[in-house]
């Protein structure tokens, strides 16, 4: 199958693990793949399989030092983080064990659930709420485990293979709870992520709606106008025929051929838009093959073999190498030379295709990757999930979401979960796809967790009374929605620089348990998530309070101080808290000593020539900037960014440093504007830049410093005199109270406490005896409990 183009085999591809790595019998192989990871394998006829599956790429990995003890037919295989006890029998609850070794106990035998904490699934469409996940490679019992025995193979040459009856194929993870450690030796065997572009980074407009070329233009530049910034479009499937579908060729559900009335110059359209900053993608639901009033039809037919005058239809069949070879050729080369960037793949109809046991989800993610990828393009994709080992496909669909509070409450703990199972680039249906009630704080609450979330996409159904564009909502929700969204431009530096992160194994959004999986607290917070190195985020996922006007979201900080990076308030860690919002934002915590560079402009597609770094200065901290060039195909020789700026900051001493750029200059600016913002109280001694005295700018609590540096040479700010965090909280209380829908006595008690000359502790138990909702009591609290 090498003649075609898009079949090749993975280049991280090493399917044959070491001789030295296998201890075998007659009917099993055990194969040892990490300290903690196992490869089971029964063969009713002694053979084993040893090509790539849809999970497992490479089991030729770093050797671990085991040893191996045989008896009569089986054997015992011990490592340094687990052991394996096996009979050498089919595989039973009695003759199959493994336990983990060392700090975390825990064991699984074959047959048993490895009650794992979950992965991700295949779709959301109409789950109003939770749905049930998939499995994943993290348990607080110790072991998880892959079953591969049903996933497809590939051979060698990259073409699609079926397995041998009577055959298991069992991955075992026995990692304890060093989660991280599991996930890598997922990577290590499943292969890396895959690297975004940039621009995926930004945000993106999406909606299924019967759009002209001069109505989305015009919404292009409404937003633009509004300073409203997106960097993708997404169009949906109304860009083909749908409508003026002859009826003897049925519905319009799939199609290749434009909308003429609606797109007259497709390639002078998608020119418009990549002239305004946009990449674009169009949908494909490809279940009805290629009919005869698509305008490809005689390319396509006479590819395959079929008589183009005969006007049969050609059915949609992946595992036929001669339509994969006319799918791509001739239906999406031409449309991508016409401008279209990438494909949103929106498959809905099964995993069953005309191959026993291949899932054609599986092949249009594959196949697609492989020819987006080719000639050095950064093989962008986008489409659903279809198990084990789809994190190598970039950017998923979670499918149709609808609008509601439920949905919106699972979306968070979905997307972190994900990270068990190694997904990294859920794209969620932001503000809902369908059904639901209007409700303007919902819609807000949803973009504002779109923004925290691995791809920022707004999308609604086609129905004129589900919008997502901010101007459609009152000012308060509109005012909110904006600024989240330009917030989410501002943030790619720090999200492209987590891209390359999580392209080396670890995901940008993953569970508190992930960062402390010995604190039983945080598997408690289920919607809390680290966003990257630096941020803690808790979504606001339910409605408001209507006594404070605030929603709130029981979270639980690790040890350390956290700083609000919208509010300033600044916490203590290692307890519980309830964070309190008005609309205006959610909570989003920077670490101390946490480190966050924001672009100074809207631009996602360009590194930014003016840069301001959030920097909570109680501890020392460390980030390295990663860059690389407007088409992202310029890397680094490692596979890493091809530029890299390390900025540090150093409180014994007051130095905030920015290292001269390494790697390759030309894709940065020479000169950069920078703005140093320290979310701490003004300083009490001399601010210096490059040794330059400067005066800072700001109030007590988030104060900035800006000046001009060439990114070839080194640059300092430093700080004279105690840099403190925490400030009072008077103001914030004061405006809390002020908009309170509960009585004036009351609030004017509360206030008269609140400024009492009293400790924080004696203020919040005087508060418990004033007759206040417990919602606005509650966030008195949180602001009286705040470091000030």
């Given at each position: ?153 590939f051979e060698d040459d990259g073409w699609i293979g079926t397995r041998e009856p009577g055959r298991r194929d069992l991955y075992v993870f ?139 239809a050609i059915p949609f069949d992946p595992t036929d190498p001669e339509f994969l070879r006319a799918y791509f050729a001739q239906l999406h ?456």
């Amino acid at each position: 199958m090498t003649d075609l183009p898009v079949v090749r085999p993975l280049p991280e591809a090493s399917p044959r693990a070491h001789a030295d790595r296998q201890v075998t019998g007659d009917h099993w192989r055990v194969t040892v793949l990490g300290a903690g990871l196992f490869r089971i394998e029964w063969s009713d006829d002694g053979a084993f399989e040893d090509r790539v599956s849809t999970f497992a790429v490479r089991r030729e990995v770093e050797p671990v030092d085991f040893t191996v003890e045989r008896d009569e037919r089986g054997v015992v295989i011990t490592t340094e983080r687990a052991r394996l006890r096996y009979d050498g029998e089919q595989f039973s609850t009695h003759g199959l064990l493994v336990e983990c070794l060392g700090r975390d106990s825990g064991r699984w035998r074959y047959g048993e659930p490895a009650n794992d904490l979950g992965g991700t699934t295949r779709t959301l469409d109409d789950v109003d709420g939770r749905a049930e996940l998939g499995p994943g490679v993290v348990a607080p019992g110790g072991v998880a485990v892959l079953d591969d025995s049903e996933s497809f193979l590939f051979e060698d040459d990259g073409w699609i293979g079926t397995r041998e009856p009577g055959r298991r194929d069992l991955y075992v993870f026995a990692y304890g709870r060093d989660y991280a450690a599991a996930v890598e030796a997922f990577y290590a065997v499943s292969g890396a992520p895959t690297r975004l572009p940039r621009w995926a980074l930004g945000n993106w407009w999406s909606r299924y709606h019967p759009y002209t070329t001069d109505s989305y233009l015009a919404l292009m530049d409404r937003f633009r106008d509004e300073e409203l910034p997106f960097s993708v479009a997404v169009i949906d499937m109304d860009w083909h025929r749908v409508d003026s579908v002859p009826p003897e060729y049925g519905n319009g559900w799939t199609g290749y051929s434009w909308e003429r009335s609606l797109f007259p110059d497709p390639p002078a359209f998608l020119r418009a838009l990549h002239e305004r900053g946009l990449r674009t993608t169009l949908n494909l639901h490809p279940a009805d093959g290629v009919r005869a009033f698509e305008d490809a039809y005689p390319e396509v037919a006479r590819a395959v073999g079929v008589d183009p005058d005969s006007g049969a239809a050609i059915p949609f069949d992946p595992t036929d190498p001669e339509f994969l070879r006319a799918y791509f050729a001739q239906l999406h080369h031409p449309l991508e030379a016409d401008g279209v960037d990438f494909w949103w793949i929106d498959w809905q109809q099964g995993s069953s295709s005309n191959v026993v046991g291949i899932d054609p989800l599986w092949l249009l993610n594959h196949f697609h990757h492989l020819d987006a990828a080719r000639d050095g393009r950064p093989g962008m994709t986008f489409s659903r999930y279809a198990g084990p080992g789809s994190h190598r496909y970039a950017v998923g669909f979670s499918g149709d979401a609808v609008v509601s509070w439920a949905s919106l409450a699972f979306q968070p703990e979905f997307t972190a979960t994900a990270a068990n199972i190694g997904y990294c680039w859920w794209s969620h249906d932001i503000g809902g796809h369908t059904r639901g009630v209007r409700d303007d704080e919902l819609a807000t609450r949803w973009v504002q967790f779109g923004v925290f979330s691995p791809i920022s996409r707004l999308h609604s159904a086609n129905n004129p009374f589900i919008r997502k564009e901010p101007w459609a909502f009152p000012a308060e929700h509109r005012d909110a929605m904006g600024e989240a969204l330009r917030f989410r431009h501002r943030l790619v530096p720090y999200l492209h620089t987590m891209n390359h992160r999580a392209a080396a194994g670890t995901p940008l959004v993953r569970p508190m348990y992930h960062l402390e999986p010995r604190r039983s607290e945080a598997y408690g917070v289920p919607n809390q998530y680290a966003f990257g190195s630096e941020l803690i985020v808790a979504p606001i996922t339910e409605p408001r309070s209507p006594s404070s006007l605030r929603g709130s979201v029981r979270a639980w900080l690790p040890a350390g101080t956290w700083t609000d990076i919208f509010t300033g308030t600044v916490y203590h860690g290692d307890r519980a808290v309830e964070l309190h919002r008005s609309t205006a934002s959610i909570p989003v915590l920077l670490r101390e000593g946490g480190i966050l560079p924001l672009a100074n402009n809207l631009d996602a597609t360009r590194n930014p020539a003016a840069l301001e770094v959030l920097v909570a200065p109680s501890a020392a901290g460390e980030f390295v900037l990663a860059e690389d060039d407007e088409d992202d195909r310029v890397i680094g020789p490692d596979g890493g960014p091809a530029a890299r700026t390390t900025l540090r900051w150093n409180p014994e001493t007051g130095d905030f440093q920015i290292d001269a750029i390494s790697g390759r200059a030309e894709v940065v600016p020479a000169v950069r504007e920078w703005t140093i913002t320290f979310l701490a109280k003004l300083p009490t001694g001399e601010v210096t830049a490059n040794g330059k005295p400067v005066d800072p700018t700001g109030t007590d609590g988030r104060w900035s410093v800006t000046f001009s540096a060439r990114s070839g040479e080194n640059s300092v700010v430093h700080v004279d005199g105690d840099l403190r965090v925490g400030t009072s909280q008077l103001d914030a209380i004061q405006e809390l109270l002020e908009r309170a829908q509960t009585g004036n006595p009351e609030k004017l008690e509360a206030w008269e406490i609140v400024n009492a000359d009293r400790s924080a502790a004696e203020r919040i138990a005087e508060l418990t005896a004033v007759n206040l909702p417990e919602a606005v009591r509650s966030a008195l609290i949180e602001l009286l409990g705040a470091v000030g």
